[in-house]
């Protein structure tokens, strides 16, 4: 801290920052805090930060580091107005934060009600994530929007909430072609339709073109994450669908080593469901796995499951390919 050329010298502070001051003069004479209360350590880094006293600063940032993280401290951490200056004091006690929320709420389904009550910052830790474990990322979608008509009543706040900050954490490109053709469809206000055009025009541009599109992905860093594969519960598919000589449709499902392992738990899995011409319905593929009770031995299968009713005859198909990836 700067010395005053003042005998008397007055320092002006709001009421709200009292107790972190006093805090701080403290600590300048004695060397030690009172507190350890998550909100209040920040208050002092605050004032720390704002009076100039980089040994205070250091010692509230490993404080912080050293409590226990919980869902409250987390989001308090990561919603508190903290200043350019102090982000490398408190980078840690963010990233650790983002961690902490990201592994406990990966369970998309079984806490989407809670997540109805986080703020947006805790929203955007955890859509972040690779890990999430999902349904299938239409659900994500579905869930910011709701979200965000809750939170945001003032539908142009809505938009910009939704087009700089939660829309750029869709994947877009593993969503289902039925969600994607209904979002170019939608004419819904909320979102910027200009932008999420453009952003399903990249992602089918590099379903088309994976080759060609690699090197604008590897170039633009800020984008390319957006391109890989959360823990979906309903595996992706890809199709590609011909008019001659006849209506077909080729599905292609990958499957990862960890993807087979779990069947041997779950017993079988299910993609994304998808149409075929003249079909009046979904259909999905769905890996199996099976044990004979005798030889004890498993058999792995893929199952073509339709949910619908036609006149329909369909010629199936099945192929497999085994792709061995060197590291």
């Excluded at 350890?36 to 720390?48: H, Q, R």
């Excluded at 580091?65 to 006690?93: F, I, K, N, Q, R």
């Excluded at 075929?276 to 796995?289: Q, R």
Aim: aromatic residues 8%; charged residues 25%.
């Amino acid at each position: 801290m700067k010395e005053s050329d003042q005998t008397h010298p007055t320092i002006r502070i709001a009421d709200s920052e009292e107790n972190a001051l006093m805090e701080l003069l403290r600590y300048m004479y004695s060397g030690k805090l009172t507190t350890t209360e998550p909100s209040l350590l920040l208050d002092i880094l605050m004032a720390a930060d704002k009076f100039e006293v980089l040994s205070c600063m250091g010692h509230c940032s490993q404080l912080l580091t050293s409590l226990p993280m919980t869902t409250e401290s987390a989001l308090l951490y990561l919603d508190h107005p903290c200043s350019t200056s102090l982000s490398a004091e408190v980078e840690g006690v963010i990233s650790a934060a983002k961690e902490f929320l990201a592994n406990k709420y990966n369970d998309f389904a079984k806490f989407q009600h809670e997540l109805m009550n986080f703020p947006l910052a805790g929203i955007e830790a955890i859509l972040s994530s690779t890990d999430l474990q999902v349904i299938r990322e239409d659900c994500i979608y579905a869930f910011m929007l709701t979200w965000a008509r809750e939170r945001y009543p003032e539908l142009e706040e809505r938009r910009e909430i939704l087009s700089s900050r939660l829309l750029p954490l869709v994947r877009f490109s593993h969503m289902t072609c039925t969600k994607l053709q209904g979002i170019l469809a939608c004419s819904d206000d909320d979102i910027d339709h200009e932008k999420v055009t453009k952003r399903i025009a990249e992602v089918l541009l590099q379903k088309a073109y994976p080759k060609q599109m690699e090197g604008a992905l590897a170039a633009d860093a800020t984008t390319c994450w957006q391109f890989t594969e959360r823990e979906y519960k309903y595996k992706p598919v890809k199709l590609v669908a011909f008019d001659r000589p006849c209506p077909q449709v080729i599905a292609y499902l990958d499957l990862t080593r960890e993807d087979c392992s779990r069947l041997f738990r779950s017993g079988h899995a299910w993609s994304h469901d998808f149409r075929l011409a003249g079909w009046k319905g979904s259909i999905y593929l769905s890996p199996v796995c099976t044990m004979n009770e005798q030889s004890k031995l498993s058999t792995f299968g893929l199952q073509l499951i339709g949910f619908g009713s036609t006149d329909l005859t369909l010629d199936i198909e099945f192929a497999v390919n085994r792709l061995e990836v060197s590291l």
